[in-house]
T-cell receptor, first 113, second 113 residues
Framework: GAGVSQSPSNKVTEKGKDVELRCDPI?????LYWYRQSLGQGLEFLIY????????KSGLPSDRFSAERTGGSVSTLTIQRTQQEDSAVYLC???????????FGNGTRLTVT | GNSVTQMEGPVTLSEEAFLTINCTYT??????LFWYVQYPGEGLQLLLK?????DKGSNKGFEATYRKETTSFHLEKGSVQVSDSAVYFC????????????FGKGTKLSVKP
């Protein structure tokens, strides 16, 4: 596809369950980012992958959050034992290099009941 | 720490009106500054950027000037159109990556015909 693809677009889960969110970046983009947008808040940086380097995990809010990027392409953000405060829109972005503009996906809206 | 503050919305204007969306920042170093826009139903996309003091970013009739003395990066457009209705986010990044961004909370703009 032409853009960054995220799935699912919407996810409703019960408190305490684990969820996985998927991001397909633009082909050839070496950098991939995850952000979170909570209601009434700005976008919050979560994690950054650049090529084969160790990811920058400085934005992950707790050890319940983890992400991986397999083969330098698709990324999965996993939230374990979800809490209601995890409800937000999770955005993925990719860029050609770490210095290039970001291209965002449409996000996954997560609702924890 | 670094932060971005932008004017609260929503902002409602008539077509052809002048637009200003204020943005100020706090940063320890010399950040790059950005405006991102999110049109209804679409992902965030870069609108314009400036990487050093006194630079002016421009795109689609929008402009913003990097003012170090006032730590500001206000977005302006001389004559808005209905198609400019969107949410606008001011952001900054420090260091080499354009992706480890700190965003403002966003300002929703509605333009009426």
């Amino acid at each position: 596809g032409a853009g960054v693809s995220q799935s699912p677009s919407n996810k409703v889960t019960e408190k305490g369950k684990d969820v996985e969110l998927r991001c397909d970046p633009i082909s050839g983009h070496t950098a991939l980012y995850w952000y979170r947008q909570s209601l009434g808040q700005g976008l919050e940086f979560l994690i950054y992958f650049q090529g084969n380097s160790a990811p920058d995990k400085s934005g992950l809010p707790s050890d319940r959050f983890s992400a991986e990027r397999t083969g330098g392409s698709v990324s999965t953000l996993t939230i374990q034992r979800t809490q209601q405060e995890d409800s937000a829109v999770y955005l993925c972005a990719s860029s050609l290099t770490g210095d290039s503009p970001l291209h965002f996906g449409n996000g996954t809206r997560l609702t924890v009941t | 720490g670094n932060s971005v503050t932008q004017m609260e919305g929503p902002v409602t204007l008539s077509e052809e009106a002048f637009l200003t969306i204020n943005c100020t920042y706090t940063a320890t170093g010399y950040p790059s500054l950005f405006w991102y826009v999110q049109y209804p139903g679409e992902g965030l996309q870069l609108l314009l950027k400036a990487t050093k003091a006194d630079d002016k970013g421009s795109n689609k009739g929008f402009e913003a000037t990097y003012r170090k003395e006032t730590t500001s990066f206000h977005l302006e457009k001389g004559s808005v159109q209905v198609s400019d209705s969107a949410v606008y986010f001011c952001a900054l990044s420090e260091g080499g990556s354009q992706g480890n961004l700190i965003f403002g909370k966003g300002t929703k703009l509605s333009v009426k015909p």
